[in-house]
């Protein structure tokens, strides 16, 4: 009997307002977790965002041949998704394909020519970066025109993948453990929003 008063009083909080005790129900939310609305896609999103970026955070110069081969897959298919995206001519899965063939394409050229993938890795260290420095800007001033951002991003980005060209062993693995990085939280965030938005 003991027991179960030193249960209930663990499993209850006091309200702050009248000062009673509350009890909690001591069933957890992932027995009500109903998986009939799962979507697979964010799923498969984070999970190779996750692994990808583990690789690049602790991976990314002893695998510069896979690394650069990602960048470009990357940085190819979501340029490509994006202006499919906004012409709306086809289907998302049509538009998926498209994206996924091209960015297979700029995958194979940074991986076979050394100097594109050091160019796009840098541009990417540079693309973050500049995302970075336009948040903390946005914390004092507005842009009036949108060119103002994208100077910015294009401008720090071509800075820093000519920085890499230069300084290239120092650079790839800033830039590849950024990029890492970047790829976790993202990772991180979708699975975080897919999951609030199922509940």
């Known amino acids: 009997m003991a027991a179960e008063n030193e249960l209930e009083v663990v499993l209850s909080t006091k309200n702050l307002d009248t000062g009673t005790d509350i009890p909690i129900n001591p069933l957890l939310k992932c027995e009500n977790l109903d998986f009939s609305s799962y979507s697979i896609a964010p799923a498969v999103i984070c999970a190779l965002a996750f692994v990808f970026g583990i690789v690049f955070c602790f991976f990314g110069y002893r695998c510069f041949k896979a690394v650069l081969f990602l960048v470009g897959f990357i940085f190819g298919s979501i340029l490509v998704y994006a202006i499919c995206q906004e012409e709306e001519v086809l289907s998302l899965a049509a538009n998926a394909g498209i994206a996924l063939a091209a960015g297979l394409l700029f ?93």
């Open 107 to 199: 995958g194979v050229i940074t991986m076979l020519v050394q100097y594109v993938g050091l160019f796009v890795t840098g541009f990417h260290m540079g693309l973050f970066l500049a995302a970075a420095i336009l948040v903390a800007m946005e914390q004092f001033w507005h842009p009036t025109s949108i060119w103002i951002p994208i100077g910015i991003l294009f401008g720090v980005g071509v800075l820093f993948a000519v920085i890499n060209l230069q300084w290239q062993k120092t650079c790839t693995i800033l830039a590849t453990s950024l990029i890492g990085g970047a790829m976790i939280t993202s990772g991180a965030e979708i699975g975080r929003a897919s999951c609030r938005e199922r509940v």
